[in-house]
């Protein structure tokens, strides 16, 4: 069983909204922080969001800041994320990923995370 699923991607048009689920198993799920990352076609991962352990303490990327929200829900071993207002910009691979301590370093990567989930295409049409 892979640690990290994430879903709900889809093909949405421009200013439309999707909702994106990450559903954990095999690891303390409260124990870790939780993270979205993105891939935009023919560039390099993006930062987008993390919530803390107990779902009080968010931050995001300017980029998604007003449009994003990320939230999760301990008993479900779920994270969230809530985006808005779509645009092209957002068209992207969206990965969840947990790591267990605070922050990430300037030059982070994808084996900084303890977990790392397979991806979801979310894709904005014009």
């Known amino acids: 069983q892979v640690p990290l699923v994430a879903s709900g991607g889809g093909l949405v048009q421009s200013g439309g909204s999707l909702r994106l689920s990450c559903a954990a198993s095999?690891?303390?799920?409260?124990?870790?922080?939780m993270h979205w990352v993105r891939q935009a076609p023919g560039k390099g991962l993006e930062w987008v969001s993390v919530?803390?352990?107990?779902?009080?303490?968010?931050r995001y990327a300017d980029s998604v800041k007003g449009r994003f929200t990320i939230s999760r829900d301990n008993a479900k071993n779920t994270v969230y994320l809530q985006m808005n207002s779509l645009n092209a910009g957002d068209t992207a691979v969206y990965h969840c990923?947990?790591?267990?301590?605070?922050?990430?370093?300037?030059?982070?990567?994808?084996?900084?995370?303890?977990?790392w989930g397979q991806g979801t295409q979310v894709t904005v049409s014009s």
């Open positions: 095999r690891f303390t799920f409260s124990n870790y922080r």
């Open positions: 990923a947990a790591r267990k301590f605070v922050g990430l370093p300037i030059s982070w990567s994808q084996r900084d995370f303890d977990f």
């Open positions: 919530i803390g352990t107990d779902g009080t303490t968010t």
